[in-house]
């Protein structure tokens, strides 16, 4: 597969959020046929030609090992900016990295991708259900967790799934609410969307409504 040329998507994909997002998608829907454009291009040499960065969105996800994301949205060097955090838990320095990204940057999308049978939601079950919060900073993991579980309900059978959506839904409504974001999502400049990866497909599909 040759290598793309010219310079990466950046800001020529259009400075909307919606237009962002369809590149995502996009990406993602090549990914899935298994027909990606930059998914064999990982060379050095690729690195180098992405010059200055213009990136289009900002993808948080978790540390997952299943779920690359680059590879997965087919992205090249200096296309988005990814951030991992087991169960994309929010702190300060992922709120503060957005803020960078957005305001700094320019972008206008953020995507919040959750997945199935993530490891860190099931931690969060399994500290609820019985009564063990675990040590050191893995606490601030399950912590952050815990409301979507509570929400889904904790001796519901289905919790793990529900809350992988709540907990989601709660992450996006907490960077929509950023002190630094939320003027720009109010104006339409901005968006903050959640999906959700399967990996069983490695399709990604948005998480629509509230
Ligand atoms: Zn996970």
């Known amino acids: 597969m040759g ?4 310079p990466p998507p950046g800001r020529l994909a259009g400075g909307t959020p919606r237009a962002a997002l369809a590149e995502l998608l996009t990406g993602n829907r ?3 046929s298994g027909q990606p454009v930059h998914g064999h291009d990982v060379t050095a040499a690729a690195a180098a030609a992405s010059g200055d960065q213009q990136p289009y969105a900002v993808v948080l996800g978790c540390i997952d090992s299943r779920v690359p994301l680059e590879a997965i949205f087919d992205q090249t060097f200096g296309a988005i900016c990814v951030i991992r955090t087991g169960g994309h838990v929010l702190d300060r320095a992922v709120c503060g990295s957005i803020e960078y990204v957005v305001g700094q940057l320019g972008v206008p999308l953020v995507l919040v991708l959750g997945h199935e049978r993530c490891g860190a939601v099931g931690a969060a079950v399994d500290a609820l259900r019985t009564g063990e919060r675990p040590g050191g900073s893995l606490a601030h993991l399950v912590d952050e ?19 992988i959506r709540r907990h989601v839904r709660r992450t996006v409504h907490t960077l929509r609410a950023d002190d630094l974001l939320a003027g ?3 104006a339409g400049r901005v968006d903050v969307v959640g999906g959700l990866y399967d990996l069983a497909t490695g399709e990604v599909a948005l998480l629509e409504g509230p």
């Open 3 to 6: 290598a793309p040329t010219g």
């Open 30 to 32: 090549r990914f899935v």
């Open 145 to 163: 967790i815990a409301p979507a579980v509570l929400d889904a309900g904790v001796d519901d059978p289905a919790v793990h799934p529900l809350a």
């Open 184 to 186: 720009p999502v109010a």
